[in-house]
C-alpha cells in the first residue's frame, strides 16, 4: 500500500512497466458528468507514456460501506480508495484501457478492507 497517496509508484504492470502517479483533483462528478459520484483523477505515467484516469466513486455505495465501518465520508478517504484501486488496475491490467472507471460496491469494500487492514497494522 502506498505511504503517499497524492504521488506514488505503483507496477510492476501486466508488461513489467513501472508506473508514477499523481493525483490531479477530487470533486463531485455531479458538477461535470452529471453523476451521483466522487470523482478521483489522477496522471499516471511511464517512460514517456502518460495518461490520465478518473476513478468514479458511487455516493450510495461510499455511504453504506462508510456507515458500515462507522467511517467518516471523507475526501482523504476518497482519495485513498481510488488510489489504491488504480493502483489494483495498473498491476492486473484490469480496465486499464478506460479513461473513467466507475467502481462497483463490491471494489469499494474491497479497497476500504485494505485501508482499514492498513490501518490495524499502522
Known sequence: MPNH?????????????????????????????????????FRVSAGGEWQEKV???RHPDLLAVSRA???????PWCLKLAALHLRH????????EKTVVTLTLSDLRKRSETLERGREAA
Open 55 to 57: 476513478i468514479a466513486l
Open 89 to 96: 488496475m495498473i498491476e492486473t491490467g484490469e480496465d486499464v
Open 5 to 41: 497517496f497524492r504521488r506514488f509508484e505503483v507496477g510492476p504492470d501486466p508488461y513489467g512497466r513501472i508506473w508514477r502517479v499523481q493525483f490531479l483533483w477530487l470533486q463531485n462528478g455531479i458538477s461535470i458528468r452529471h453523476t451521483d459520484t466522487v470523482d478521483v483523477k
Open 69 to 75: 465501518l462507522a467511517r467518516p465520508l471523507t475526501d
